[in-house]
């Protein structure tokens, strides 16, 4: 009974009156600190993360400072560093999940939770839940042999109807910017869906009476009713598909070409933070190459961390709003 | 009048059509996913997949016999490291923790669940490979258990505090002391629940690729104890599938198939005991 404050009635002496090996014999003291350690390791182990990638990119850092971040020179040859290509890629990749995404997300999170009879409703969220258990390296090898074969077949039409638009000009060869966004989009769907659906189904049922009783259809009910009474739930599940998409790292790096320049065409090939750790950090010599690396290791972290701040917060919020 | 409802209620249709749509795409992605690898994988699959060694290019035959067990030893590893300190520091939160501490430990545990894969790779390459000068299954198993971490917590806490607080009463009643009540009355009760979180927990380190791209590294031939780099399933996929060679793309269609068998399964009865374990409370 330490920390938690509490009203039962102990029968036993207080913990002044018993002898420290008294205490010891019972076990609680030990099993407390031994639990306490392991949880307080919790803390330990993130601020050492910090920490590492803080010291290991030391070199880095003396030397470019602030610039790493908006200088674009990726030259290691020339011990030239610049994060901005791979800033870029990571940000446009991330983007173009969310576009494709959030309204396929959203949408079949509206009808698992509205429209769906329950049973077929947990069937298909179950199905979708596995879809989440994929391993990020397997989605990617299908991206490899079935969609890219699948986009450049796709290519015509696309150019057909986005042509002139100088986000899809240029070649064309399958690994792009595109395809990373397509791959990433169908990796994050899961996490939209069940968190939305999760959050739309934790609206009371008045507030859909309400606007049913009024003559609204089901779908106005849907729209102007419970997904603003949910919207910041279903920011939340964004916020956290967004921060996961940012550090995905081998299906991108599988799809996205790996050409460290910023191409402003969706069609050309770019990079990703992610992806550019895991190609070259084995082949990195130096302490400045390899601090760079570290560096964008930590800019990466740091990304994450916000966005996932941002997400349980409103995560957070709106559960509380639900419940109340 | 009339036009104006009318278009309401085809409005109310087409929309609620796409919903199901945009459900139909979301779901047969994962058909699509399942059956391409299952079709592709079970053809390029054969005995030798699980016994022989990788062979040279150009080389017929072969397998990934030293991936596989250099998979399990990894998660053997991960396991040492990511269960002992999540699930006890799971029984602090749930059994011991006060307000500020814990909040603070669960706050943590959420960011650290949430730092991307390769950057746990860099953690440990720093930790381990840096210091010794050459990539060790030790590191990547450390990579892959401090993964491990914030999910075993968070699921121990979680089912330790679905026990029944007249199960902690009961004990304490009988003159057990609390950390007597802990261990042979609370966690026995919630045994279920904590292993088949640590199951889930496995299966979803058992796919990473990223941390061991510079920890375990990766090895043609199979890798005698814990310090020399190891070759990884997932690895190996990876490695595979980006090489040009068309006798590799079958051999990482086969591992996919092995490796997405065994997460999904896990899953599956996973999911399907802990629905069937809440399901009568």
């Known amino acids: 009974m330490s920390a938690t404050p509490t009203t039962a009635i102990d029968a036993r002496p207080t913990r ?31 601020a050492l993360l910090v920490y590492q990638l803080y010291a290991n990119s030391a070199a880095s850092r003396a030397k470019f400072g602030w610039a790493f971040l908006y200088t674009s020179v990726w030259d290691p040859s020339a011990g030239q560093f610049g994060a901005l290509p791979f800033i870029y890629g990571t940000l446009v990749t991330s983007g173009l999940a969310l576009l494709f995404g959030i309204p396929l997300g959203v949408g079949a999170a509206i009808f698992l939770a509205e429209l769906a009879p329950p049973r077929i409703s947990d069937a298909l969220t179950f199905l979708i839940e596995l879809l989440a ?80 009783a009024l003559g609204a259809t089901r779908w106005e009910t849907t729209w102007d009713v419970v997904v603003p009474f ?70 990466l972290f740091a990304l994450t961390i916000v966005i996932n701040g941002a997400a349980r917060l409103l995560v957070m919020g709106t559960t509380k709003k639900g419940a109340a | 009048m009339s036009f104006h409802l009318a278009r309401r209620k085809a409005v109310n249709i087409i929309m609620l059509g796409l919903t199901a749509l945009c459900t139909l795409v979301a779901a047969g992605t994962l058909v699509f996913i399942l059956g391409y690898l299952f079709v592709n994988g079970a053809r390029s699959l054969n005995w030798n997949f699980f016994t022989r060694l990788p062979t040279p290019v150009g080389e017929a035959g072969g397998g990934m016999a030293n991936a596989i067990l250099g998979s399990a030893k990894l998660l053997l590893l991960a396991t040492l490291v990511g269960v002992p300190i999540g699930f006890l520091g799971g029984v602090y939160l749930a059994e011991f923790g006060g307000t500020t501490f814990s909040f603070f430990v669960r706050y943590t545990t959420d960011l650290l669940n ?96 990223a941390p061991l791209l510079f920890t375990s590294f990766g090895n043609r031939y199979w890798s005698p104890g814990w310090e020399q780099p190891t070759a990884a399933l997932p690895v190996m996929i990876y490695t595979y599938a980006v090489a040009p060679y068309d006798d590799w793309h079958q051999q990482a269609w086969a591992a996919g198939f092995v490796l997405l068998s065994l997460v999904l399964a896990v899953n599956i009865v996973a999911r399907l005991i802990l629905s069937k374990r809440v399901a009568p409370r």
């Open chain 2, 114 to 209: 949430g730092v991307p894969s390769i950057v746990m790779g860099i953690f440990a390459y720093t930790l381990i490979v840096l210091p010794q000068k050459h990539f060790s299954t030790l590191a990547g198993g450390l990579a892959l258990g401090v993964m491990m971490i914030p999910i075993a917590i968070r699921s121990s806490e979680e089912f330790l505090r679905a026990v029944p607080l007249s199960l902690r009463e009961g004990a304490m009643a009988l003159g057990a002391s609390k950390a007597r009540s802990i261990f042979t009355v609370v966690i026995p009760a919630a045994k279920h629940g904590i292993l088949t979180g640590i199951m889930l927990n496995l299966a979803r380190v058992a796919g990473e690729t």
């Open chain 1, 230 to 299: 949910a919207r910041k739930g279903i920011m939340g599940s964004i916020f956290l598909a967004l921060a996961r998409s940012l550090g995905e790292t081998m299906a991108v790096t599988m799809v996205v070409g790996n050409d460290p320049k910023i191409n402003h065409s969706l069609f050309a090939p770019g990079y990703s933070i992610a992806a550019v750790i895991a190609n070259e950090f084995t082949e990195a010599t130096g302490d400045l190459y390899q601090g760079a690396l570290i560096e964008l290791g930590l800019v």
């Open chain 1, 133 to 212: 258990a994929v391993p990020s390296v397997i989605i990617g090898l299908l991206g490899v042999f079935v969609m890219i074969p699948i986009l450049r077949a796709a290519e015509p039409a696309i150019r057909a109807v986005l042509g002139w638009s100088p986000l899809f000009s240029g070649p064309f060869y399958g690994v792009s910017l595109f395809t990373a966004g397509i791959v990433l989009a169908i990796m994050i769907l899961p996490f939209i869906i069940s968190i939305s659906r999760e959050v739309i189904l934790s609206v009371p049922g008045d507030q859909r009476e309400a606007a049913l």
């Open chain 1, 16 to 46: 002044r009156a018993r002898s420290f090996a008294q205490r010891l014999r019972g076990g609680d003291e030990i099993a407390y600190a031994i639990t306490f350690i392991c949880a307080a390791s919790v803390i330990l182990v993130t």
